[in-house]
């Protein structure tokens, strides 16, 4: 099982990305989905989460109101809408899957994405 998420870039403050996640063999399909990030220096933090049908959706305090997480599940993929981006919202982001047990934690996703670099310059 591999996810790959992608997107990522250099933005502005106040600009906007969109970051997408997709896996081999249906993995975004079968899978509550999450995104986390990891600041240079910081330890890795939820950022989303969404369940499998795409009703119940999940958001750490200060991305909401400006993140939005979506799927796919036809095109296998998650995606992350990220706009007001924010110098501190600077992270690598990851996607992970996992069975949406405990959907804030990293011990609650089994499979992970590389990482895809999001820097946002004031």
């Known amino acids: 099982v591999q996810l790959q998420a992608y997107g990522g870039g250099l933005v502005q403050a106040g600009g906007s990305l969109r970051l997408s996640c997709t896996g081999s063999?249906?993995?975004?399909?079968?899978?509550?989905m999450g995104w986390f990030r990891q600041a240079p220096g910081k330890e890795r933090e939820f950022v989303s989460a969404i369940s499998r049908s795409g009703i119940v959706t999940s958001y750490t305090d200060s991305v909401k109101g400006r993140f939005t997480i979506s799927r796919d599940n036809a095109k296998n993929t998650v995606y992350l809408q990220m706009n007001s981006l924010k110098g501190e919202d600077t992270a690598v982001y990851y996607c992970a899957g996992g069975l949406g047990k405990v959907i804030r934690a990293i011990g609650g996703y089994d499979y992970w994405g590389q990482g895809t670099q999001v820097t946002v310059s004031s």
């Open positions: 063999e249906h993995t975004v399909s079968n899978y509550y």
